[in-house]
């Protein structure tokens, strides 16, 4: 199985901004999502995240070895990381949805973040089905994995929302990947305790 994990809540997922290149820690409510995640899915075979401090913070809490990949880093919003997405005006916004070669001010296409997660889901499809890879990354990547799943393009990636903590399982020992699960919380509310 291909596990594709969500980093848990940082600062910036909580103040709804876009978060790509800069890299905050994860807040205690992150904290409290990654432990839980490392406990209600399985021991990974291998493990792989995003080298980014949020992603290796959750990857951190599973126990065991981590192989950084920047293929995994989220996409880089250039002039637009740290700002809300009202920062975008609605020229901007719309040349964004409708173009996926669009390339943000000094940040990176939808179709580049898609070649580079392709290829490393490629790389590890073959391992993944026979045993529990787990891949610690962001949305923006994740995204482009489901469509490298589903054989479509990355414009789908505005079709879809993912939230903090998520988990997307990919199938991966047919003869094509198969999409299994999208924002999977159950591993969340595995052996977690409740604030009070």
């Known amino acids: 199985m291909l596990t594709l994990v969500r980093h848990g809540q940082s600062e910036a997922n909580a103040r709804g901004v876009m978060c790509g290149r800069s890299d ?29 401090v949020r992603a290796r913070e959750t990857a951190a809490l599973f126990g065991t070895d981590v192989e950084c990949d920047a293929r995994w880093t989220e996409m880089d919003y250039g002039d637009l990381d740290g700002q809300p997405m009202t920062a975008l005006d609605g020229d901007a916004w719309r040349a964004w949805q409708s173009d996926p070669e669009h390339v943000p001010a000094g940040g990176e296409s939808l179709v580049a973040v898609r070649a580079r997660v392709a290829a490393a889901c490629t790389e590890l499809a073959a391992e993944a089905a026979t045993g529990e890879v ?14 490298w799943a589903l054989g479509v393009g990355i414009e789908i990636a505005w079709r879809m929302y993912l939230v903090d903590a998520a988990v997307c399982r990919i199938d991966t020992s047919g003869s094509v990947p198969m999409l299994l699960a999208v924002n999977d919380e159950g591993p969340l509310h595995v052996g977690t305790v409740q604030p009070a």
Do not use: C, D, F, N
Not at 30 to 50: D, K, M
Not at 134 to 147: F, G, Q, R
């Open 24 to 52: 905050p820690p994860l807040t205690e409510t992150g904290r409290r999502q990654a432990r839980a995640l490392a406990a209600g899915l399985p021991r990974p075979t291998r493990l792989v995240s995003s080298p980014l």
């Open 134 to 147: 787990v891949v610690v990354s962001h949305v923006s990547p994740m995204k482009a994995a489901i469509s």
